[in-house]
């Protein structure tokens, strides 16, 4: 893997790099060393080693002496505000209270039915290099991917805008986040409650991520459903979970609007 560090629009892993962007180039937090660290270890992990590029000299050197005392940043603190990515236009950057995972109407009824959030190879129960070879995987993912329930900070649209790809098989265009969206089902999680799980690992590209499965008695903090799908989905959700579902309407003018509602409405939840 090669990890690029410079000014981008955001964070994210395409196609073999890592694009990790400072929120305050060229100078680097100790959260965001952190997470480069934990990148790396990940990638070691899975047998692959990684290079570090900038264009700033002064920034590869603060990063490899980071890098080399990992142990005094490894335990770095999340900031409340994770402002890497500032594309949303409430926030500012990413909420760290609450990490979300956003699925489809069709594979929350399966969720229902097992109780559980599963990897995309125990969802699917197809091989892995079938996994891989899929239209769906643009960014070519590798195979060790596929193995991790994953998750979004809490007021994030990726999750939603990756439900609509899918649905459309294409990338979703501005009319497809506006007028025509259509939310996904969102899983809210408490961040300091799911980093206890004992499959979890920190891989410094998501939030987290847990490995094979993830039992939803046991962690959701509450269940989100755009009200339209109430009459589908009401007597599919397991009774131990029904008491956290929230049924919110879509009265919004776009993916960035329905986001802000959403967690709004979570991070009041229970107060």
């Known amino acids: 893997m090669i990890v690029i560090i410079g000014d981008f629009e955001c964070t994210e892993v395409w196609d073999g790099v890592f694009y990790k962007k400072l929120s305050n180039y060229p100078f680097i937090s100790d959260w965001e060393a952190r997470t480069i660290i934990e990148f790396i270890e990940y990638e070691k992990k899975y047998g692959r080693e990684c290079t570090i590029e900038c264009e700033n000299m002064n920034v590869l050197k603060v990063l490899h002496e980071k890098i080399l005392n990992k142990d005094n ?4 603190s ?3 505000l994770i402002t890497e990515c500032t594309a949303c236009p409430y926030r500012k950057g990413c909420e760290t209270e609450f990490v979300c995972h956003t ?4 594979n929350a009824i399966k969720i229902f039915d097992s109780g559980k959030l599963f990897s995309a190879i125990n969802a699917k ?3 892995v290099e079938q996994l891989i070879q899929e239209k769906r995987n643009a960014a070519n993912d ?3 991917y596929f193995e991790y329930v994953m998750f979004s900070w809490g007021n994030c649209q990726a999750g939603d805008r990756l439900v609509m790809e899918r649905k459309l098989g294409r990338f979703p265009n501005e009319k497809d986040l506006s007028e025509d969206f259509n939310p996904g089902i969102r899983f809210y999680f408490k961040y300091d409650e799911l980093i206890s799980h004992p499959d979890v690992i920190f891989e410094g590209v998501l939030p987290m991520k847990v490995k094979d499965e993830l039992v939803l008695k046991d962690w959701l903090y509450v269940l989100v459903i755009p009200a339209d799908f109430k ?22 003018v776009d993916i960035w609007d329905w986001s802000e509602k959403v967690y709004t409405i979570v991070e009041n939840y229970g107060k």
């Open 73 to 76: 940043y490894i335990d770095a």
């Open 78 to 80: 999340r900031p409340k």
């Open 103 to 106: 699925t489809s109407i069709e």
């Open 125 to 127: 129960k197809i091989p």
């Open 142 to 144: 590798p195979a060790d």
């Open 231 to 252: 009459h589908l989905l009401e007597d599919l959700i397991p009774l131990e979970l029904l008491e956290k579902v929230l049924f919110i309407d879509n009265d919004c």
